[in-house]
């Protein structure tokens, strides 16, 4: 059974920080690229950030760029996404996906789904 459990989601104001961490089990990590997408209220899901299996080749979204990093660490089977200088608009349902590659996953087109961890970014 696949399973990829979010955490480290929270209220915080603009201008701070947030570090979001993926727990995956279930699957051969090192194989799978990884990647962070979001849902805000009212909006489609979005693609923000993949990484390929290595951690080597990383993709932001525009938006994010500068502010956002995705990273992993094989050993724990793990993926982050390291969030700087958040602004009320990063507010959104942040969900981690596993696929084969980093094109699916910024397509939102991902074999497996977390839950999802709900990130709240205050005026």
């Known amino acids: 059974q696949v399973q990829l459990v979010e955490s480290g989601g929270g209220l915080v104001q603009a201008g701070g920080s947030l570090r979001l961490s993926c727990a995956v089990s279930?699957?051969?990590?090192?194989?799978?690229?990884m990647g962070w997408l979001r849902q805000a209220p009212g909006k489609e899901r979005e693609f923000v950030a993949t990484v390929d299996w290595s951690g080597s080749s990383t993709y932001d979204q525009n938006s994010v760029k500068g502010r956002f990093t995705i990273s992993r660490d094989n050993a724990k089977n793990t993926v982050y996404l390291k969030m700087n200088s958040l602004k009320p608009e990063d507010t959104a349902v942040y969900y981690c996906a596993a696929s084969t590659t980093m094109a699916s996953i910024r397509r939102a087109d991902c074999d497996y789904w977390g839950q999802g961890t709900q990130v709240t970014v205050s005026s």
């Open positions: 279930g699957l051969t990590f090192s194989r799978y690229a």
